[in-house]
């Protein structure tokens, strides 16, 4: 049910290379309108931020205009802004930061600059419901290999544990590109390995016993590429299938093991994972098998709210509001290297 007394917040997310726009009132979303330029990013093999910072010029206005009308809203009936403010790339964040401080401004509503990792958590309120207090948030995407303990998503969360190279998003990319399925490579290789054998090469598992809720996924990343090119110096065909599914399976069960580990160590029996690597089919299988064993209730919002998107913005705006927290200033600035446990600037 949609209450009228609850804030309507607008928010803008351009960390990376889309941009979102969503618009939220409570719990609700009403619109989630994205722009993304991962198409001129692909002959490049990753995302160029001159070229991330150029389109999210482009693709503002008109984004904005799209969310307004699919939320059936004007600038009028909206009530503050919410803006990712870091991490993520700097010529990308202050393109958002700058047009929020610009819509703010002009129509005289507070602005909330905010961490785009805890947005990432706050966004699976939209879909299913109030966070329990505490939960443990895993997230997983091509910037970010993250374990958190969050008793309150608006005023605590803390950081215990994240990669110590690549994250797992990264890692997906570099071996799609060695397998030569193109990029973004998590969604490719998701597909491919369906058709493998996840336990046809016994890949190595970073960090996967060392005590610690740290990740490791750069000595995989060289070990698949090793294997792959030994295939290849030997005149042997390489088993795309058997590739992709063996190295998912790695990654995915480090991931699983780690963030049961959290919540064991912790003595929380809520797990959420959030992120772009969250819309991988077999993570989502083997987290849910394994919090199954555990007694850990799983929360996993749906794909498109996993990857980034203004609706995550706009509801940890909305927490923030509720919370009757004061907004940022209007000289808040784009931090790249902002930590988790700044949830607002």
Known sequence: MIRDSEPLVLGIETSCDETGVGVVRGHTLLADSIASSVEQHARFGGVVPEVA???HLEAMTPTVERALAEAGVG??????????????????????????????????????GVNHLAAHVCVDQLE???????????????????????PDVATDVRALGATVDDAAGEAFDKVARVLDLGFPGGPVI???????????????????????????FSGLKTAVARWVEARE???????????AASFQEAVVDVLTAKALKVCRDNGVD????????????????????????????????RPKLCTDNGAMVAALGSELVASGLAPSELDLPADSSLPVESIRL
């Open 128 to 150: 299913h419901g109030p966070l329990p207090k505490p939960c443990v948030a895993m997230l997983v995407s091509g910037g970010h290999s993250s374990l958190l303990l969050v």
């Open 190 to 216: 998701d597909r491919e390995a369906l058709a493998g054998d996840p336990a046809a090469i016994a890949f190595p598992r970073g960090k996967h016993n060392d005590g610690t809720y740290d990740f490791s």
């Open 75 to 112: 600038f009028a009936d909206i009530d503050a802004f919410a803006v990712t403010a870091g991490p993520g790339l700097p010529g990308a964040l202050m393109v958002g930061v700058a047009a929020a401080k610009a819509y703010a401004l002009s129509l005289g509503k507070p602005l909330y």
């Open 233 to 243: 110096r030997n005149g042997e065909p390489v088993p795309v299938a058997d590739v």
């Open 270 to 301: 809520h797990l959420l994972i959030g992120g772009g690597v969250a819309a991988n089919s077999r993570l989502r299988a083997l987290a849910r098998e394994r919090c199954e064993a555990a007694g850990v209730r799983l929360r996993v919002p």
């Open 53 to 55: 910072s150029r389109a």
